[in-house]
């Protein structure tokens, strides 16, 4: 395989991989979960997040404490499996908004819990055949934090520092991304393709003005002046917008890769969306997610925001099916283009998660495969 050279189409189909990439990747990465503004302090939101059921909770500050945050608002969130550590039951059904609630009661047998986790009662406690300590049975807890408009969640026990998960937004867009914003609308829609087609064709600036002559590539404007930044952890696409342009301020549109399959655009006049390509249960197939954020006095015009940017991501569909359908009948991907360095990139964090140099697949999902690095556009770094 060449030096500089896309991930084989193989790992686009083998279960095996699949199977890996939630043992390697998915693990130690942060996922948004949430608004920072749909979960006030005393509420909890039951949500799902890769088939797991996850609950998340903003405890109430003590009366005495003091602010537990900067701003004064709220307290930290938490998150915990949403799991009774009895017999398994969740404690509250996901779908529904976040509510308030002093504490949390299993409905199987009535073991109820603090929204710090800790167990409070068991029903009929004296009874239990061994000796019972209350302290022996907290929710699983997962790491959670907030950073910019959004609640973040690992699942598992040592995932990347997030701040180096995002490390190119901070870096370059830090202010801009803490301003204060709302969520405005969220959509899903599902793809004929593996995530990572949809994710490769999200961090490729080669065919936007190609694929996009009147929508995508009206926003972004003239390649030339396209400018570039790469990370070990991320991948940015900065352009000018001209003033009176889409944004309606002139400044800076930037648009951030980030792992697992995560795309954040950030617009000079506060506007921020988020699109995430996550996993199908089968391998050909994965969900779209879009979700929009801005300052309150943009809800009006949400919905008509959001269909511009399905707008766009719908002249993908096709393009992405139909690679898929090239990828899964044995395609050796052709060379990568200067416009393509992002995917490259972004592929070169996703070798090093997985730790493919030093994994050995089934026989059946690579039968005569070497997996090498490419050269990486910068020095990677440990992960
Ligand atoms: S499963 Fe929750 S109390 Fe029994
Ligand atoms: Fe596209």
């Not at 029903?123 to 049975?137: I, S, Y």
Request: proline letters at 10%; glycine letters at 6%; hydrophobic letters at 40%.
């Amino acid at each position: 395989m060449a030096l500089a050279a896309f991930l084989p189409s193989w790992l686009y189909s083998s279960t095996a991989v699949a199977e890996r990439e939630r043992s390697h990747y998915n693990q130690r990465c942060w996922h948004p979960v949430a608004a920072r503004s749909a979960l006030e302090s005393g509420q909890v939101l039951a949500i799902e997040l890769l088939g797991q059921p996850v609950l998340l909770t903003r405890p109430a500050a003590k009366p005495q404490a003091p602010p537990a945050t900067p701003d004064g608002d709220n307290p930290p969130p938490r998150a915990f499996l949403n799991r009774c550590p009895h017999r398994g039951v969740a404690l509250l059904e996901s779908g529904t908004a976040a509510q308030s609630c002093r504490r949390l009661i299993c409905p199987y047998h009535g073991w109820s819990y603090g929204l710090n986790g800790q167990l409070l009662a068991a029903a009929r406690e004296g009874e239990f055949l061994e000796p019972f300590n209350r302290d022996d049975w907290p929710l699983q807890e997962l790491a959670c934090r907030e950073l910019g408009p959004l609640i973040w969640v690992a699942l598992g026990p040592n995932p990347l520092p997030l701040e180096r998960q995002l490390d190119l937004v901070l870096d370059e867009a830090g202010e801009l991304f803490a301003e204060p914003r709302q969520l405005l609308a969220r959509e899903q829609r599902g793809l004929a393709c593996n995530w990572k087609i949809a994710h490769d064709n999200t961090l490729d600036d080669y065919h936007v003005a190609i694929a996009h002559p009147t929508t995508l590539h009206r926003e972004q404007g003239p390649v030339r002046l396209y400018r570039h930044a790469l990370s070990p952890h991320g991948t940015l696409l900065a352009t000018p917008l001209p003033p009176g342009g889409e944004g309606n301020a002139s400044g800076t549109f930037f648009t951030f890769g980030l792992a697992p399959w995560t795309h954040l655009l950030l617009w000079p006049d506060r506007r921020l969306a988020l699109i995430s390509f996550l996993p199908g249960a089968a391998l050909d197939r994965c969900t779209m997610e879009v979700w929009l954020f801005g300052p309150p006095e943009l809800a009006e015009s949400a919905s008509s925001w959001m269909a511009v940017m399905q707008g766009f991501l719908e002249e993908d569909r096709h393009l992405v099916e139909s690679a898929q359908r090239g990828y899964a009948s044995g395609l050796s991907p052709g060379p990568a283009h200067r416009l393509e360095q992002r995917i490259l990139q972004w592929q070169a964090l996703y070798r090093r998660l997985l730790d493919l140099e030093h994994w050995q697949p089934p026989a059946e999902s690579a039968p005569h495969v070497t997996i090498r690095p490419p050269r990486a556009a910068t020095a990677p770094s440990p992960c």
